[in-house]
């Protein structure tokens, strides 16, 4: 695989300074960020030829994702890299930490720490490697609002932060509703992440899409359009190497003769 020179649009095969520019007026912000769509979306979102956008996904392709299978001996071998939680308890049973290229779902009850936990790792994410960190920065995306500068500079002290640089390194975004949760995930997050960002937070996935999608008749629709923002997720934690955290409230169910534990679901499924 590739060394991380940014590779430009115009370098790709079939990319002429023309479709570059309709690209980046998508959004899209370099070789390896095209490499992250298929041809069916590219031609929803930019008006260019068909072949030549074919041309210029297998080019990034070969740049950026294995296109031949090793043995499992040895496969996986990077993979001691973690991100301290803050937490001791929550570490260890996590192994060291959150991994990088993994998509992790906080559940809990409202009022239960998750956006507090969230904010943490806004933090730790830029502790160098020795401290638990991943030396990068956050990509915050607050559905619900709740984002707080005040416990964030509190945080960073406690880590041992210059407050100024750690907000620096925290990128936030409020989202407004689904169609914008996807249009930034796949643009401004991802130019972001080229940036340096190592930790994604979603703060909560669920939120917008319940609102949105009220109901049982919306349910199916809700489910598939939940799913494509997380796969888009996975994508770019996968080819980035990069954290993803995303918060879903639970309730509780009325099901006859449950315990109460399991009458508590995640309200997304
Ligand atoms: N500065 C602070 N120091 C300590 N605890 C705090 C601080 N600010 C908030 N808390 C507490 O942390 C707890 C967790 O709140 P948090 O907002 O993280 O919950 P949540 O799981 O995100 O809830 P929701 O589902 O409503 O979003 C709350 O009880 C809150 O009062
Ligand atoms: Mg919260």
């Given at each position: 695989?590739?060394?991380?020179v940014k590779?430009e ?7 002429g ?7 980046r007026?998508a ?20 008006d260019?030829d068909?072949?030549?956008?074919r041309?210029a ?5 070969r740049l950026?994702?294995?296109i ?9 071998l990077?993979?001691?890299?973690r991100?301290?939680?803050?937490v001791?308890?929550i570490?260890?049973?996590l192994?060291g ?16 720490g ?5 904010l943490?790792?806004?933090?730790t ?7 638990g ?8 995306m ?18 041992g ?9 925290i990128y ?5 509703n ?27 996935l669920?939120?917008?899409?319940r609102s ?7 349910l ?9 923002v997380l ?14 955290v ?11 003769f ?12």
């Amino acid at each position: 695989m590739m060394s991380e020179v940014k590779v430009e649009l115009e370098d790709l095969e079939g990319i002429g300074p023309k479709t570059a520019e309709k690209l980046r007026n998508a959004g899209i912000c370099s070789a390896k960020h095209l490499s992250l769509f298929n041809v069916d979306e590219l031609l929803n979102i930019v008006d260019a030829d068909e072949r030549a956008l074919r041309r210029a996904l297998a080019h990034a392709r070969r740049l950026f994702m294995p296109i031949k299978a090793v043995t499992a001996s040895r496969y996986g071998l990077r993979d001691d890299a973690r991100l301290t939680t803050g937490v001791k308890s929550i570490d260890s049973l996590l192994g060291g930490g959150l991994r990088p290229k993994a998509i992790y779902e906080l559940c809990g009850q409202p009022g239960t720490g998750k956006t507090q936990l969230c904010l943490q790792l806004s933090v730790t994410v830029q502790l160098t490697a020795n401290k638990g960190g991943l030396n990068g920065k956050c990509y915050f995306m607050d559905a619900e609002g709740t984002f707080s500068k005040e416990r964030v500079k509190a945080i960073a002290e406690r880590f041992g932060l210059d407050v100024e640089g750690a907000l620096e390194n925290i990128y936030i975004i409020e989202i407004m509703n689904t169609d914008h949760l996807l249009h930034i995930a796949t643009s401004d997050l991802v130019s972001s992440v080229e940036k340096g960002v190592k930790l994604v937070v979603v703060d909560s996935l669920m939120s917008r899409f319940r609102s949105e999608y009220s109901g049982r008749e919306s349910l199916a629709l809700r489910q598939s359009r939940l799913g494509y923002v997380l796969d888009w997720l996975i994508r770019i934690a996968r080819l980035y190497e990069v954290v993803v955290v995303v918060t879903t409230p639970v309730m509780e169910v009325p099901v006859a003769f449950a315990s109460s534990t399991d009458r508590i679901r995640p309200v997304g499924g």
